[in-house]
C-alpha cells in the first residue's frame, strides 16, 4: 500500500462496547463516517468481552464503502486476568481495553480510542493526523476536574498530576509505538497492583503514567455538554456526553440536538428514546446520589497517607535525605569533590531515571 497516496492512507479507530452501550456506539459510528473523508480509509475495530450477534449484525451494517467495521471480542484473552481489574457503578472491563490497543496491534504505530458516548461533528480523520511523535498520547483537558474543586484536588493531592494537565481518557490520540516501546502495558499492570485509583480508574492509570509526555488538544474535539468560559462553539468537532450529561436520559441536555439527529438515523433510535422516556425518577436520584458518592472518595483518597503521591513524595524525600547525609560524611565528600559534576550528573540522572519507573 503506497502511504504517501492520502487516498490510500487507513485511519485505526478503536471504540469498546458491551450490550448496554452499543446503542449509543452505533450513533457515535454514524456521526463519524457521516463527517468522514473520501480521501481516507477508516478502519474500525470494535473491542469487547461479548456482544450479542443481533446487535454486532446493525453496528456492522453502519459501514461505508471507505470504512470497515470489525469486532473483536476479548473474552478469552481477559478471562484468566479479568479479577485484577476494579470495577464500579457504571464502569464495565470494556473501559480497561484501550490499555491493550498498542500490544495487541503492533502493525499500528499511531492509533485513534474513542468512547462510546460521543457524537463527531468534524472529520476525525483531522485529529489523526495530530504529530505526537514525541507524545505517548493527545488528548484534552478533562473539564469536569476543573469544574469541580474537590475532583481538581483529587488529581493534584493524590495523583501529583496538575489539574490543568489532567486528560480525559476517552479521546485519545495514542502514540502506539512509543506505547510499546515505554513497555506501558506492563507498567499499567504494576501500577495496578500497587494502588487502586478509584475515582475515574482508567483515567487515573493513564494519567499517571503518560504524565510529561501528553500533547494538549483544543477542548473542541472532546467537549462536554456544559458552558465552558473562553470556548467558541465555532471549534467544536466532538461532544462527549459523560458522567450524567447524557440525552438519553435527560432533556435539555446542551448539544443534545447533534446526538438525535444521528441517533434518528440509526435502528437503535426506537430504544434509545424509550430509554430517556422510561427513565424514573428513582434512577434520577441515585444518579446524583453516585456523582456526590464520587466526590466523598475524592476526599478519601486525598486525605489517605498512603494514596499514590503520598507514597511517591515520601519515598522521593527519603532518596533526597539519604543522599544529603550521605554527602556529610567526611570520606565521602571526598568522593564527591573527586567525582566532580560529572558524579553529581550521573546520581541526578539515575534519581531522574527512578521516578520514571515508579
Not at 102 to 125: C, E, N, R, T, W
Not at 128 to 140: E, G, K, M, P, R
Not at 309 to 338: A, D, E, Q
Request: hydrophobic share 40%; with cysteine.
Amino acid at each position: 500500500m503506497n502511504f504517501f497516496n492520502k487516498r490510500n492512507e487507513i485511519i485505526p479507530i478503536f471504540f469498546a462496547s458491551d450490550n448496554n452501550y452499543a446503542p449509543y456506539l452505533a450513533v457515535a459510528l454514524k456521526s463519524l463516517l457521516s463527517n468522514a473523508s473520501p480521501d481516507y480509509f477508516y478502519k474500525i475495530h470494535v473491542l469487547t468481552t461479548n456482544l450479542d450477534e443481533d446487535i454486532c449484525v446493525k453496528i456492522k451494517a453502519l459501514a461505508t464503502q471507505n470504512s470497515s467495521i470489525e469486532i473483536i471480542s476479548l473474552a478469552r484473552e481477559i478471562e484468566h486476568i479479568k479479577h485484577r481489574f476494579q470495577l464500579r457503578d457504571y464502569y464495565s472491563i470494556e473501559t480497561y481495553y484501550r490499555f491493550f490497543i498498542p500490544d495487541m496491534f503492533p502493525q499500528y504505530d499511531k492509533a485513534l480510542y474513542l468512547d462510546s458516548d460521543i457524537v463527531i461533528l468534524g472529520d476525525i480523520s483531522n485529529l489523526f493526523l495530530t504529530n505526537i511523535s514525541n507524545y505517548l498520547v493527545a488528548a484534552a483537558q478533562e473539564q469536569v476536574m476543573s469544574h469541580y474543586k474537590v475532583f481538581g484536588d483529587y488529581v493534584e493531592r493524590a495523583l501529583g498530576v496538575k489539574v490543568h494537565n489532567y486528560f480525559n481518557a476517552g479521546v485519545l490520540l495514542m502514540n502506539t509505538k512509543m506505547f510499546r516501546a515505554c513497555h506501558i502495558q506492563q507498567k499499567f499492570f504494576k501500577l495496578m497492583s500497587q494502588y487502586k485509583f478509584r475515582v475515574t480508574q482508567d483515567e487515573d492509570y493513564l494519567n499517571v503514567i503518560c504524565k510529561n509526555k501528553v500533547k494538549k488538544l483544543n477542548i473542541g474535539w472532546n467537549k462536554m455538554p456544559f458552558e465552558e468560559t473562553g470556548f467558541d462553539d465555532i471549534d467544536l468537532q466532538l461532544i462527549h456526553y459523560n458522567l450524567g450529561w447524557k440525552p438519553w436520559h435527560y432533556e435539555n441536555v446542551m448539544y443534545e440536538e447533534y446526538f438525535w439527529q444521528y441517533a434518528s438515523q440509526t435502528e437503535f433510535y426506537d430504544l434509545i428514546l424509550h430509554q430517556l422516556k422510561s427513565f424514573t425518577d428513582e434512577q434520577r436520584q441515585k444518579d446524583k446520589e453516585t456523582f456526590e458518592a464520587l466526590k466523598i472518595m475524592a476526599i478519601e483518597d486525598i486525605n489517605d497517607p498512603n494514596n499514590y503521591w503520598n507514597s511517591v513524595y515520601t519515598t522521593r524525600n527519603y532518596i533526597s535525605k539519604s543522599v544529603t547525609n550521605l554527602k556529610s560524611l567526611p570520606y565521602v565528600k571526598g568522593i564527591f569533590r573527586f567525582v566532580g559534576s560529572q558524579g553529581r550528573k550521573l546520581i541526578y540522572e539515575y534519581t531522574k531515571y527512578r521516578e520514571g519507573q515508579e
